[in-house]
């Protein structure tokens, strides 16, 4: 089992709170990603990291910011969440090798009301 | 046009059946091929994984890749109810992002 963690699981909150999804890997991967899940749509990447002080959009447009300030840490924060950010958010990690095998947590289910 | 497409199902097969579920890709550069499991209320976990062309069996389940016609496929044998979850497909070149497919819900019925 993957080494990956995410918190909150669930998360329900009101229009224009802002919002930190916590996530952490104990592997020492270097590479650290953000996905988007909606019911029967692929996963979107929204963010990722090839290591500290290093972080880039993904091909998903996101109001969505993040930070790698440790190996270990790669944080998601909305300044002022809308409704239209209800989904499912998955973090995942990969050890930066070529074959790039990513490790996902077991997700934050985010609904803004 | 998406890069992975993927038939969402559902499918659903009595225990023991023999499942197929299968990927379409369009970017004939793609290199390496995943499939990912994942169960209800979890994130993915990586079920198989292959480079290039060919076959690739563990246990009940064969990953096959056709590089020449743009399609992987995997096969679930003596089908138990614990496969019962989402099926994902991905794939990507060295080193970079993977792109994924929308996933195949299966539900393998006592």
């Known amino acids: 089992e993957a080494d990956i963690y995410q918190t909150p699981r669930y998360l329900v909150i009101g229009t224009g709170k802002k919002i930190t999804l916590e996530c952490s890997q104990t592997?020492?991967?270097?590479?650290m990603y953000w996905y988007q899940q909606d019911p029967g749509m692929e996963l979107h990447l929204i963010h990722y990291?090839?290591?500290?002080?290093?972080?880039e959009k993904g091909d998903l447009s996101s109001e969505s910011t993040v930070s790698r300030i440790r190996t270990e840490h790669f944080p998601l924060t909305l300044e002022s969440a809308r409704p239209s950010h209800t989904s499912q958010y998955l973090c995942?990690?990969?050890?930066?090798?070529?074959?790039?095998?990513?490790?996902f947590g077991a997700g934050t289910r985010l609904s803004v009301l | 046009q998406k890069e992975v497409e993927q038939d969402p199902g559902p499918l659903s097969v009595p225990e023991g059946a023999i499942v197929s579920l299968n990927c379409t890709y369009s970017n004939s550069a793609f290199q390496y091929f995943m499939w990912y499991r994942q169960y209800s209320r979890k994130g993915p976990e990586l079920l198989m994984y292959?480079?290039?062309?060919g076959n690739k069996e563990d246990g009940r389940f064969t990953a096959q890749v056709d590089k020449s016609s743009k399609y992987i496929s995997l096969f679930i044998r003596d089908s138990q109810p614990s496969d019962s979850a989402t099926y994902l497909c991905a794939m990507g070149l060295t080193g970079n992002q993977f792109y994924f497919g929308t996933g195949t819900s299966l539900t393998v019925i006592p």
């Open positions: 592997m020492g991967h270097d590479k």
């Open positions: 990291s090839y290591g500290v002080n290093s972080t």
């Open positions: 995942a990690s990969s050890l930066g090798d070529n074959l790039n095998i990513q490790y």
């Open positions: 292959t480079y290039s062309s």
